[in-house]
């Protein structure tokens, strides 16, 4: 069974640095696409960027190319998002989700909170 | 980037009710289409993927269908616990993307 663990909610101030992660278990972690997928509350999500941890093929949304990074962590069977300056405007609940074959399987979310 | 055009916006539907949304893709998708369904303070939850197959646990009123790049989410018979907003997303090409949502709201 496919399982999706994300790390606890965050609360920091504008211009802070922050990296949260993704762990997934019960299937092949190298082999297919982990996204980050971006919802304002009220809004609809949207995504940011995937990753293949194999071969550590990565692509951003032209929306959000120029303020994060992902990475992936092969041994520990961990994807991490991260930021090197946060804006208020980052708040938000950040999902991550793991495309095996068709099906997402859907991490329950980290809310990050960014005050100015 | 693919846009993706979910209508309407809203439906107001009674319980036992049919309810039809639909989804448009800026171009073909080769049937890489999912429909979420998402309620409040909730993580989206996967009901279709590959266009027309349900998750696992997904009751049998929920079914999809596409024509050319029209794709459509049937609820055959509304229950309480269907009233949310739905979403369709491609994944043909990236970045991959949502639509707009439909709110389905009790009538």
């Known amino acids: 069974e496919v399982q999706v663990a994300q790390s606890g909610a965050q609360v920091k101030k504008a211009g802070e640095s922050l990296r949260i992660s993704c762990q997934g278990f019960?299937?092949?972690?190298?082999?297919?696409?982990i996204g980050w997928v971006r919802q304002v509350p009220g809004k609809d999500p949207e995504w940011m960027g995937i990753i293949k941890p194999g071969d550590s093929d990565t692509r951003y949304s032209p929306s959000f190319q120029d303020h994060i990074t992902i990475s992936a962590d092969k041994s520990i069977n961990t994807a991490y998002l991260q930021w090197s300056s946060l804006r208020a405007s980052d708040t938000a609940i950040y999902y991550c989700?793991?495309?095996?074959?068709?099906?997402?399987?859907w991490g329950q979310g980290t809310l990050v909170t960014v005050s100015s | 980037e693919i846009v993706m055009t979910q209508s309407p916006a809203a439906l107001s539907v009674s319980p036992g009710e049919r309810a039809t949304l639909s989804c448009w893709a800026s171009q073909g998708l080769n049937s890489h289409l999912a429909w979420y369904q998402q309620k409040p303070g909730q993580a989206p939850r996967l009901l279709l993927y590959a266009t027309a197959l349900r998750a696992t646990g997904v009751p049998a009123r929920f079914s999809g269908s596409a024509s050319g790049t029209k794709f459509t989410l049937t609820i055959s018979s509304l229950q309480p616990e269907d009233f949310a907003v739905y979403y369709c997303?491609?994944?043909?090409?990236?970045?991959?993307?949502f639509g707009q949502g439909t709110k389905v709201e009790i009538k």
């Open positions: 989700a793991i495309l095996v074959g068709a099906i997402y399987y």
């Open positions: 019960g299937y092949s972690f190298t082999t297919y696409w």
């Open positions: 997303q491609q994944h043909n090409n990236w970045p991959w993307t």
